[in-house]
Antibody, heavy 125, light 108 residues
Framework: QLLLVESGGGLVKPGGSLRLSCEASGFTFGDYYMTWIRQRPGEGLDWLSSVRGSGTPTYYADSVRGRFTISRDNTKNSLYLQMNNLRVEDTAVYYC??????????????????WGRGTTVIVSS | SYVLTQPPSVSVAPGKTATIPCGGNDIGSKSVHWYQQKPGQAPVLVIYHDRDRPSGIPERISGSNSGNTATLSITRVEAGDEADYYCQVWDTDSDHVVFGGGTKVTVL
């Protein structure tokens, strides 16, 4: 069974840091690009970052480049998002997702075919 | 940066067809993916690479893509199709994922 489980969300003050984790099971984790997406309350989906199965290259949305860092540990089947200098507008549900493979090729443009349930981050003083 | 434009809402009567456009400059040259999100749930992939359906997605849901508009169609709409729908592409110029703003489908 394909499963992604996010953790690490919580309440943090502006300027603080959090590290989100996403534990994967049911597939060969290192074969797949992985991605982080967030959804602010009442708003749409907002892509944050993607990483290749090997750990490089990485891709970032302009809104989080320099503040957020994506990483992975294939020995632990885990994806991470280190979030620094958090702002009130970073309040959101954060999802991790697996990027599909097409015709044997893993590319960042493939669809997000498996999603976790999300973890909630609240940035407030 | 690349922009995808969706109408905020679409209303449709049960049994009719819902059509959700996703506009973008020369979007026909890109691969478009569509997601359905019901309240309180994570998104679910319903169409990938313009027109392919994951297993378990009914044939009533289909996609097309040409010119400056990609379209998600839901025929014989049911109450269970009420959800937000998002289109998504990969922009090769910026190496960014781009989502449309989402369309709320309401079944009358």
């Amino acid at each position: 069974q394909l499963l992604l489980v996010e953790s690490g969300g919580g309440l943090v003050k502006p300027g603080g840091s959090l590290r989100l984790s996403c534990e994967a099971s049911g597939f060969t984790f290192g074969d797949y690009y992985m991605t982080w997406i967030r959804q602010r309350p009442g708003e749409g989906l907002d892509w944050l970052s993607s990483v290749r199965g090997s750990g490089t290259p990485t891709y970032y949305a302009d809104s989080v480049r320099g503040r957020f860092t994506i990483s992975r540990d294939n020995t632990k089947n885990s994806l991470y998002l280190q979030m620094n200098n958090l702002r009130v507008e970073d309040t959101a549900v954060y999802y991790c997702a697996r990027v599909g493979i097409r015709f044997g090729y893993a590319t960042p443009g493939n669809p997000f075919e498996v999603w976790g349930r999300g973890t909630t981050v609240i940035v407030s003083s | 940066s690349y922009v995808l434009t969706q109408p905020p809402s679409v209303s449709v009567a049960p049994g009719k067809t819902a059509t959700i456009p996703c506009g973008g400059n020369d979007i026909g040259s890109k691969s478009v993916h569509w997601y359905q999100q019901k309240p309180g749930q994570a998104p679910v992939l319903v169409i990938y690479h313009d027109r392919d359906r994951p297993s378990g997605i009914p044939e009533r849901i289909s996609g097309s893509n040409s010119g400056n508009t990609a379209t998600l169609s839901i025929t014989r709409v049911e109450a269970g199709d009420e959800a937000d729908y998002y289109c998504q592409v990969w922009d090769t110029d910026s190496d960014h994922v781009v989502f449309g703003g989402g369309t709320k489908v309401t079944v009358l």
